[in-house]
C-alpha cells in the first residue's frame, strides 16, 4: 500500500525486488521509486490525471508487491478466528472481511483482507486467500505460523508466484468484463470468486484501495502481463502509488506503517466495526480491547481538514492551545475536494467534529478542524 509522501527507503537499487510488471512499467516511461523492498512506479503520466482517471472512469495498478497466501485445511475459519477481532464465522464462501492481526497489546501488527473460498471439491478442505501489505510479509507470515494450529493446515506464500493487477474506477467493470467468462457483476462488494480470464484460472475479488468500485486481480505471470496490456490497449489508465495514496486518504483508508501501527489499537485507530466483542469468543489482545470498549480510549484517529491550502505531511505536529497533543500521520492537496486533508492522532477528548487545532508547518502553526471521515465517498461504490 502507498505511502502518501514518496517512499525513502534506503535500499539501492540492486537490493531491491521487481514484478513481472516491472518491464511493462518502464516502457511506459513510469517514475520508478524505493518502496518496502520493491522498486515500483510512483506515477506514470501524474498524480494528478492518474488520481482523476479513476475517480472518473477507470485506472489500473500493478500491486503485485502485495503479501499473498494461500490457506487450506479442516476447520480453517475456526482455528484462525483467535488471530483476528472480527467474527470470520460469519463469512461464506465467496465473502471477505478486511479485519487486523492483533498483538497481546491488543495493538494492530497488520491490516489484511480474509477470503473465504469455496471447499476443495475433492478433499472438502476449507479454503482462504489472505492478502497483507509488502513490507510485513515475511513477519505475518511467522505471526500467523506460530500462532496458528498447522497440524492440520497448509500455510503457503504465493506472493511471488502471482501478479496482483488492481483495477479502479466507475467503468472498471465494463473494461475488465470482456477478459472474463463469468459476470463481474454478481460480485458483490468485497465478494469474491475464481473464474477464466484469457482463458486461464484467475482469482478476481470486488475490493480496493481507492474508495471507488473496481476489482483486485491475481493471477499468473504471463496472464497477468496480458491483462495489463489488453486493458492498456483498451484505454484504462495506467496508476502509480502516488496516485494510489491520494486516493485512498480521500476516503480515509489507513496505510498501515504510517496511520496505524502496532502504537494504536482497532479502536483508537476507528475500526472499531472489525472488533466483534458479542459474537466471537477469545482471540488475541480481547482483554486490552474490551477494558477500552469499557472505559473509552485516550486517542483517536482522526480527520482534518486546513482551513487553508497548507499541507500536513506525516510528523508533523498537531498543536492545541500552544501545546503540542499529537502528530499528522498522513496528509496531501485532496484532487477531488481541492482542500487539504489529513489523518492525525490527537487525545480523544479532541476528536469531537468541529474541534479547532492548529498544524505546525515549518516552524508556524496553521489552523485546521476535526472533520468526519472519510473525506470523500463516491457515489459509485456497489453495495
Known amino acids: 500500500m502507498a505511502k502518501s ?55 489500473m495498478f500493478d500491486i503485485s508487491h502485495m503479501g499473498k497466501f494461500g490457506l487450506r485445511g479442516k476447520q480453517l475459519i475456526e482455528k484462525f478466528q483467535p488471530l483476528v477481532p472480527s467474527d470470520l464465522s460469519r463469512l461464506q464462501p465467496g465473502q471477505a472481511q ?12 497488520d491490516d489484511i483482507i480474509f477470503y473465504c473460498q469455496e ?39 504465493i506472493s511471488e508466484d502471482r501478479v496482483l493487477i488492481a483495477i479502479q474506477g466507475p467503468e472498471a467493470v465494463n473494461y475488465l468484463q470482456p477478459f472474463v467468462e463469468d459476470k463481474l457483476a454478481q460480485i458483490k462488494a468485497f465478494g469474491h470468486l475464481e473464474t477464466n480470464l484469457l482463458g486461464q484460472p484467475s482469482f478476481i475479488a470486488r475490493t480496493g484501495y481507492t474508495g471507488e468500485d473496481g476489482f483486485e486481480i491475481m493471477v499468473d505471470a504471463e496472464v497477468g502481463k496480458e491483462l495489463w496490456q489488453k486493458l492498456l490497449a483498451a484505454g484504462v489508465v495506467p496508476c502509480g502509488l502516488g496516485a494510489r495514496d491520494t ?21 483508537e485507530a476507528g475500526l472499531g466495526w472489525v472488533v466483534h466483542l458479542d459474537t466471537k469468543g477469545d482471540f488475541i489482545g480481547r482483554e486490552v480491547l474490551e477494558q477500552q ?49 489529513a489523518l492525525a492522532v490527537v487525545p480523544a477528548n479532541l476528536a469531537k467534529i468541529g474541534q479547532q487545532l492548529e498544524i505546525e508547518i515549518r516552524g508556524k ?16 461504490r456497489p453495495n
Open 98 to 109: 478486511y479485519t487486523v492481526l492483533l498483538n497481546a497489546q491488543g495493538c494492530i501488527l
Open 293 to 341: 470498549k469499557a472505559s473509552g480510549v485516550s486517542k483517536r484517529l482522526v480527520g482534518l481538514e486546513m482551513q487553508g491550502r497548507h499541507i500536513a505531511r506525516h510528523g508533523y505536529p498537531v498543536i492545541f492551545e500552544g501545546e503540542t497533543v499529537g502528530e499528522v500521520t498522513s496528509g496531501t492537496l485532496s484532487p477531488t475536494l481541492n482542500r487539504a486533508v
Open 5 to 59: 509522501t514518496e517512499p525513502n527507503n534506503p535500499e539501492s537499487p540492486s537490493q531491491l525486488a521487481r514484478t513481472p510488471l516491472y518491464d511493462l512499467s518502464l516502457e511506459l516511461k513510469a517514475r520508478m521509486v524505493p518502496f518496502s523492498g520493491w522498486e515500483m512506479a510512483v506515477q506514470y503520466a501524474g498524480i494528478s490525471s492518474e488520481h482523476q482517471a479513476v475517480r472518473q472512469q477507470a485506472g
Open 365 to 380: 502553526n496553521y489552523p485546521a478542524n476535526v472533520v468526519k471521515k472519510p473525506f470523500y465517498r463516491s457515489p459509485n
Open 247 to 267: 486516493l485512498r486518504l480521500e476516503a480515509a483508508m489507513a496505510l498501515y506503517g504510517q496511520d496505524i501501527d502496532d502504537n494504536i489499537t482497532p479502536l
Open 119 to 157: 471447499p476443495d471439491p475433492i478433499t472438502s478442505e476449507e479454503r482462504a486467500v489472505i492478502i497483507v501489505n509488502a513490507a510485513t510479509r515475511i513477519a505475518d507470515k511467522a505471526w500467523i505460523a506460530t500462532h496458528l494450529e498447522l497440524s492440520e493446515l497448509c500455510l503457503t506464500d
